[in-house]
T-cell receptor
């Protein structure tokens, strides 16, 4: 079974430029999460989807960040415009959902560097 | 005060040592407790998963949860160089809700 797939693995952009990250969760997993991990810190939730619906986006900086999960499968996270402080690893995770919390499965992440 | 506190280390031990990793938390609503292992430039990988209080053992790994003290532990027996990684504790209130992570403890097991 394929795990959570993210692309690209690495991205270097200049500040004020846009950037997008893509995630394909484990097949059949209804719940999808985007986390951000700063250097030396644990991941922090940006947004959680139950199928197509964003049910927790309270920590998503909505002035510059947006996300979508069309058809309840793949998801895209976008930053526009990027700032220096956005440099971090962006992790996607998925879980079976429907109250079944057996722990998430994370992807390998996208390492973003804003210069 | 952060919801989850974890000593970031670093922790360096010789091969074969018993390793003890710990986290404390402040939110009594947490019901699910997890330990993740993260190798450099990789995503976190689920190691242990515990619901509510108690102990859970899986091979060389033992997870303990003491909800009365708001304290969780991970023990690694007969540590191996391949155990060298960052260990993250995580917890949630339940269902599919968000995980709240500690900072992670960087462990190095020396041959």
């Amino acid at each position: 079974e394929a795990g959570v797939v993210q692309s690209p693995r690495y991205k270097i952009i200049e500040k004020k430029q846009p950037v997008a990250f893509w995630c394909n969760p484990i097949s059949g997993h209804n719940t999808l999460y985007w986390y951000r991990q700063n250097l030396g810190q644990g991941p922090e939730l940006l947004i959680r989807y139950e199928n197509e619906e964003a049910v927790d986006d309270s920590q998503l900086p909505k002035d510059r960040f947006s996300a979508e999960r069309l058809k309840g499968v793949d998801s895209t996270l976008k930053i526009q415009p990027a700032e220096l402080g956005d440099s971090a690893v962006y992790l996607c995770a998925s879980s079976p959902g429907q109250g079944k919390n057996y722990g998430y499965t994370f992807g390998s992440g996208t390492r973003l560097t804003v210069v | 005060q952060k919801e989850v506190e974890q000593d970031p280390g670093p922790l360096s031990v010789p091969e074969g040592a018993i390793v003890s990793l710990n986290c404390t938390y402040s939110n009594s609503a947490f019901q699910y407790f997890m330990w993740y292992r993260q190798y450099s430039r990789k995503g976190p990988e689920l190691l242990m998963y515990t619901y509510s209080s108690g102990n859970k053992e899986d091979g060389r790994f033992t997870a303990q949860v003491d909800k009365s003290s708001k304290y969780i532990s991970l023990f690694i027996r007969d540590s191996q160089p391949s155990d060298s990684a960052t260990y993250l504790c995580a917890m949630s209130k339940g269902g599919s809700e968000k995980l709240v992570f500690g900072k992670g403890t960087k462990l190095t097991v020396n041959p």
